[in-house]
């Protein structure tokens, strides 16, 4: 099976996860990883599935001012933040809603969020979930969230958990692959 992670990140928490879930999905599948920047319809073309994640911001996916602000925040010396070579560009709110982006036939989606309760917080993985399946893609797992500390750095064992979750979810979706469409239920 191909598998393309395609990710948005800002100051560099949503890229570990996105490493660590194709560093799971490696075990038994070809995995390319992009940033959202980057990717283009071609690196799409033959996969089998595209996990798609990004930063939660404002109780969703980004947003050109949202990425600006982020931009600010890096030039301000008591965030101690750096940003990332490719942000802010383009985010995976503009990509996953533009006409030329073909998904995968399955999906999975992930973000990163403030480590606090997920009401409070919002998902941007659930706005890219709800988003890949209005393009018809079929989703593989529930969208998954992992959460950032206030000293802007991942949880203890997100990364961990990012790995677990990409040999899950690839194990699940060549499940998926090899079972006829008219038995399969959605998760």
């Given at each position: 099976?191909?598998?393309?992670?395609?990710?948005?990140?800002?100051?560099?928490?949503?890229?570990?996860?996105?490493?660590?879930?194709?560093?799971?999905?490696?075990?038994?599948?070809?995995?390319?990883?992009?940033?959202?920047?980057?990717?283009?319809?071609?690196?799409?073309e033959f996969a089998d599935l595209v996990?798609?994640?990004?930063?939660?911001?404002?109780?969703?996916?980004?947003?050109?001012?949202?990425?600006?602000?982020?931009?600010?925040?890096?030039?301000?010396?008591?965030?101690h933040v750096t940003l990332e070579p490719?942000?802010?560009?383009?985010?995976?709110?503009?990509?996953?809603?533009?006409?030329?982006?073909?998904?995968a036939p399955l999906f999975a989606a992930?973000?990163?969020?403030?480590?606090?309760?997920?009401?409070?917080?919002?998902?941007?993985?659930?706005?890219?979930?709800?988003?890949?399946?209005?393009?018809?893609?079929?989703?593989?797992?529930?969208?998954?969230?992992?959460?950032?500390?206030?000293?802007?750095?991942?949880?203890?064992?997100?990364?961990?958990?990012?790995?677990?979750?990409?040999?899950?979810?690839?194990?699940?979706?060549?499940?998926?692959?090899?079972?006829?469409?008219?038995?399969?239920?959605?998760?």
């Amino acid at each position: 099976m191909k598998a393309v992670v395609v990710y948005e990140s800002m100051f560099g928490n949503t890229r570990q996860i996105a490493d660590a879930i194709a560093d799971g999905l490696a075990d038994a599948n070809e995995v390319t990883v992009f940033n959202v920047n980057r990717v283009t319809p071609a690196d799409l073309e033959f996969a089998d599935l595209v996990v798609v994640g990004g930063p939660t911001h404002v109780h969703g996916m980004s947003r050109a001012s949202s990425r600006a602000e982020a931009v600010k925040w890096a030039d301000d010396p008591l965030k101690h933040v750096t940003l990332e070579p490719d942000a802010p560009g383009l985010g995976i709110r503009e990509w996953i809603a533009d006409p030329a982006t073909v998904l995968a036939p399955l999906f999975a989606a992930f973000s990163t969020h403030a480590d606090v309760l997920t009401i409070l917080s919002g998902s941007a993985a659930a706005q890219i979930d709800r988003s890949a399946r209005h393009r018809a893609s079929r989703r593989v797992s529930a969208p998954q969230n992992f959460a950032v500390t206030k000293s802007d750095q991942l949880r203890d064992d997100d990364l961990i958990l990012a790995r677990t979750w990409g040999i899950i979810i690839g194990k699940e979706a060549s499940q998926l692959l090899v079972t006829p469409a008219s038995t399969q239920t959605e998760p």
